[in-house]
């Protein structure tokens, strides 16, 4: 079991930066590849960016590439998710995932991942 806490949402004008952290507690954290995903109302979960078990493969989907950027640190079991130049549209909960995966590998899809965090709301005002 894993235990994943989200905390940096807030509200923040078009243009400004928020930094999403996630604290991972119960099983060996470099075990896990870890994604931050979103979902606004009415939308599906999307995967915003996805970084492997060492943090030697990151992966962004298009909407968030260049503005946000994603890292980890295993020996605090955490990982974080810097959010800059910030848009409307990133408005959303932002959740974390951790997926027990091979070394070399950003997990993509939603089923992928196995444990869950409980969310963390960012709105974004124009």
């Known amino acids: 079991q894993v235990q994943l806490v989200e905390s940096g949402g807030g509200l923040v004008q078009a243009g400004g930066s928020l930094r999403l952290s996630c604290a991972a507690s119960?099983?060996?954290?470099?075990?896990?590849?870890m994604g931050w995903f979103r979902q606004a109302p009415g939308k599906e979960r999307e995967l915003v960016a996805a970084i492997s078990r060492f943090g030697t493969l990151t992966y962004y989907t298009d909407s968030v590439k260049g503005r946000f950027a994603i890292s980890r640190d295993n020996a605090k079991n955490t990982v974080t998710l810097q959010m800059n130049s910030l848009k409307p549209t990133d408005t959303a909960v932002y959740y974390c995932?951790?997926?027990?995966?091979?070394?070399?590998?950003?997990?993509?899809?939603?089923?992928?991942?196995?444990?869950w965090g409980q969310g963390t709301q960012v709105t974004v005002s124009s």
């Open positions: 119960g099983r060996t954290f470099s075990a896990y590849a």
């Open positions: 995932a951790a997926d027990n995966s091979s070394p070399f590998y950003t997990p993509r899809q939603l089923y992928e991942y196995d444990y």
